[in-house]
């Protein structure tokens, strides 16, 4: 079992800057990749992007973004404090949603671990 606790979220501006974390405990050694997907009321969850969390290159994981993001959300991981970041940069009213960390063991499964979500709310 893998634990995820989100943090981070909060109300901003349109144009400001946020990062979100996510703390993973567990048996964090077996997960294949980590990310995060977003939840507005009325809206069906989407996937914002992910990072691979072991095999290649230890020092960098390979990264995939939605294309609403791209450019502007950066995903990083440090496994030392098994630890998941989302900075979220040029932030729009469209951002608003609840964020969540995720974590899947196999790559050809869908994400079976989830945190309890985080508010992001961006204003104009």
């Known amino acids: 079992q893998v634990q995820l606790v989100e943090s981070g979220g909060g109300l901003v501006q349109a144009g400001d800057s946020l990062r979100l974390s996510c703390a993973a405990s567990g048996r964090t050694s077996n997960i294949y990749d980590m990310g995060w997907f977003r939840q507005n009321p009325g809206k069906e969850r989407e996937f914002v992007g992910a990072i691979t969390w072991r095999g290649g290159t230890w020092s960098g994981g390979r990264t995939n973004y939605a294309d609403f993001v791209k450019g502007r959300f950066t995903i990083s991981r440090d496994n030392a404090k098994n630890a998941l970041y989302l900075q979220m940069n040029n932030l729009k009213p469209e951002d608003t949603a609840v964020y969540y960390c995720?974590?899947?063991?196999?790559?050809?499964?869908?994400?079976?671990?989830w945190g309890q979500g985080t508010q992001v709310t961006v204003s104009s």
């Open positions: 995720v974590a899947r063991t196999n790559p050809a499964s869908r994400y079976d671990y």
